[in-house]
C-alpha cells in the first residue's frame, strides 16, 4: 500500500509568484476589477501587473476585457471559471500543507 500523496502536489506552479497569487486572489471575492483598482490594492506597477496578467491569461485563470470610458481605454479583469475552480484547490492544497491533522 502506497502513501497518500503529498499536498505540495496540489499546488499550482501558476500562483508560485507572490503577484499572481494575490492576483487572483483579490479577483477571487470580486466579479470583476479594473485594472488600476488592482494596480493599486497590489501596491504595483503597470508594467509587473502587466506581465503577471499575461502569465495569468496564457495559464487560462484570468480574462481580460478591454473596452473605452469616453476615449480613456479601461482594462477590466475578472477570473475565468477555472481559474477560480483552480483557485481554491491551490488554498485547500495550503490549508493541508499547512494544517494536516485538520485533513
Do not use: C, N, Y
Not at 483579490?26 to 488592482?38: I, R, S
Not at 502569465?55 to 476615449?71: I, M, N, T
Not at 485547500?92 to 491533522?101: E, F, G, N, V, W
Request: net charge positive; glycine share 4%; no cysteine.
Amino acid at each position: 500500500m502506497s502513501a497518500p500523496q503529498h499536498p505540495r502536489f496540489a499546488l499550482d506552479s501558476s500562483l508560485a509568484h507572490p503577484v499572481r497569487f494575490s492576483l487572483v486572489a483579490a479577483l477571487a471575492t470580486v466579479e470583476k476589477m479594473a485594472f488600476g483598482d488592482l494596480r493599486d490594492e497590489l501596491q504595483v506597477s503597470d508594467s509587473v501587473l502587466s506581465k503577471q496578467i499575461a502569465e495569468l491569461e496564457k495559464a487560462g485563470f484570468v480574462r481580460a476585457a478591454k473596452s473605452f470610458v469616453g476615449k480613456r481605454p479601461r482594462t477590466t479583469l475578472s477570473l475565468t471559471s477555472d481559474g477560480l475552480v483552480r483557485w481554491r484547490g491551490h488554498l485547500d492544497a495550503l490549508r493541508r500543507i499547512a494544517d494536516p491533522q485538520d485533513s
